[in-house]
Antibody, heavy 121, light 106 residues
Framework: QITLKESGPTLVKPTQTLTLTCTLS??????????VGWIRQPPGKALEWLAV???????RYSPSLKSRLTITKDTSKNQVVLTMTNVDPVDTATYYC?????????????WGQGTLVTVSS | LMTQSPATLSVSPGERATLSCRAS??????LAWYQQKPGQAPRLLIY???TRATGIPDRFSGSGSGTEFTLIISSLQSEDFALYCC???????????FGQGTKVEI
């Protein structure tokens, strides 16, 4: 079955770069029509889409965060990596990765459990 | 921008719940609904405005098109008390936007 798992630091200092890894299982990001997205949720607040990477290496970013985000994939490792530069306390959130596919119109149908990242000095 | 109403909905078990989501611009039927319980990841309920995702009970139904969308839970079960979020997918340029959520409480 399809599963995703996020990993990365739980605490990051302001101005540092945050690197998060999403490990995929049960599907391949090299399969046509598949994509993986990153979404975050600050404590008690709404979900916010961050970035998406498609099977063909096309990438899309939230316009408000585009200058700070990079999304990449390593199909041999079944991983997707999201980097966020120059983090700030407002970036404190639970970060999720999620599976997407053409057949489900690129909605987020399978989610990882999420990883809480705190930005603090 | 996605606007959900009400922010909180108080309902008794067995009753019907109606949740609304309004888009600031037309999104055709590119809308999904998610359920989120405390400490858990969101779960996809409805996509394409009205198609139930795999394993979702038929007491959940979605409708709407354009800018106005509705999620109906026909008879609330104890496990349905949660936060519900709508989300639109804009095809070009591709962007995904979530609403603020409606909390369904007892």
């Amino acid at each position: 079955q399809i599963t995703l798992k996020e990993s990365g630091p739980t605490l990051v200092k302001p101005t540092q770069t945050l690197t998060l890894t999403c490990t995929l299982s049960g599907f391949s990001l090299s399969a046509s029509g598949v994509a993986v997205g990153w979404i975050r949720q600050p404590p008690g607040k709404a979900l916010e889409w961050l970035a998406v990477i498609y099977w063909n290496d096309d990438k899309r970013y939230s316009p408000s965060l585009k200058s700070r985000l990079t999304i990449t994939k390593d199909t041999s490792k079944n991983q997707v990596v999201l980097t966020m530069t120059n983090v700030d306390p407002v970036d404190t959130a639970t970060y999720y990765c999620a599976h997407m596919s053409y057949t489900l119109q690129y909605f987020f149908d399978y989610w990882g459990q999420g990883t809480l990242v705190t930005v603090s000095s | 921008l996605m606007t959900q109403s009400p922010a909180t909905l108080s309902v008794s078990p067995g009753e019907r719940a109606t949740l609304s989501c309004r888009a600031s611009q037309t999104v055709s039927n590119n809308l999904a609904w998610y359920q989120q319980k405390p400490g858990q990841a969101p779960r996809l309920l409805i996509y394409g405005a009205s198609t139930r995702a795999t394993g979702i009970p038929d007491r959940f139904s979605g409708s709407g098109s354009g800018t106005e969308f509705t999620l109906i839970i026909s008879s609330l079960q104890s496990e349905d008390f949660a936060l519900y979020c709508c989300q639109q997918y804009h095809h070009w340029p591709p962007t995904w936007t979530f609403g603020q959520g409606t909390k369904v409480e007892i």
